[in-house]
């Protein structure tokens, strides 16, 4: 089944004669267990429709679905609940808490909403995360593919029915990428979750099960198991 979707997408910013039509009618359908690339040009429109689907934004018409929720209809107050427990986020930026230890970064979400940590799940995040002991150090004595692994384990920990990342590799050389994406497209085959990744680079792409493209704000491709020669 569908993990999220979103259906007649339109995104419009300013008014008149110098409006800009950032999504121009989106209907895409984000299946369980995948992991989902969005590529196209700067400009295209990815950020704006992550931002749409995340619910970080609201789009000037059209419906987001996350987890059989419609987005859309939601109160501000259950927009952020459901922000802190079905959806999970990672940006270029890894945003830990300096003062805290990695594995206090990772269940700090579920700490603020007050979620009890499903200690089960935890274990198999922390697990396939491959800190060793540096979970219990904190994000000053990590490298940045360690703090941005943290950055991911974090927004796994509520188990959300899709995670979004935001060039989640834009900071980082080509090893930490690595890392990082190997572990993202872990938690998607072995853990079963849900990931979608804006990314403008085609190694990053390379990890996905299947790549999107964005022009001008509509899907202009949609490839499932891409080679390397649709990518680059
Ligand atoms: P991408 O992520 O692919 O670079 P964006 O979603 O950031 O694309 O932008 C899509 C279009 O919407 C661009 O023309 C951009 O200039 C415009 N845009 C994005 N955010 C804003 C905003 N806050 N105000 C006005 N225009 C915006
Ligand atoms: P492992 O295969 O030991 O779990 P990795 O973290 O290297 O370790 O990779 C996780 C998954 O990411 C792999 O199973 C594979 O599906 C995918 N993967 C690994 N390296 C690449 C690569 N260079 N390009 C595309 N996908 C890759």
Request: with cysteine; aromatic share 6%.
């Amino acid at each position: 089944g569908a993990a999220a979707w979103a259906r007649g997408l339109v995104k419009t910013y300013g008014q008149g004669e110098t409006a800009v039509r950032a999504l121009d009618g989106v209907d895409v359908d984000f299946r369980s267990a995948e992991l989902t690339a969005i590529m196209g040009p700067s400009g295209s429109g990815k950020s704006t429709l992550m931002h749409c689907l995340a619910g970080l934004d609201a789009p000037t018409s059209g419906s987001v679905v996350i987890g059989g929720t419609e987005v859309s209809r939601l109160s501000q107050r259950r927009l952020t609940a459901l922000r802190r427990t079905r959806i999970g986020f990672v940006f270029q930026s890894y945003n830990l808490v300096p003062t805290l230890t990695a594995a206090e970064n990772i269940t700090l979400p579920l700490d603020i909403a007050r979620v009890p940590v499903d200690r089960a799940w935890f274990e198999e995040v922390v697990s396939a995360v491959g800190l060793g002991d540096r979970l219990h150090h904190r994000p000053s004595e990590l490298s940045g593919g360690q703090q941005q692994r943290v950055a991911c384990a974090r927004a796994l920990v509520s188990r959300p029915s899709v995670v979004f990342a935001d060039e989640p590799t834009g900071n980082l050389d080509s090893r930490s990428s690595a890392e990082v994406l190997g572990f993202l497209r872990r938690s998607v085959d072995e853990l079963g979750q849900t990931v979608v990744m804006v990314t403008h680079d085609p190694r990053a792409a390379s990890y996905a099960h299947r790549v999107l493209f964005l022009t001008d704000g509509r899907i202009t491709a949609d490839l499932s198991a891409p080679t390397r020669r649709d990518i680059l």
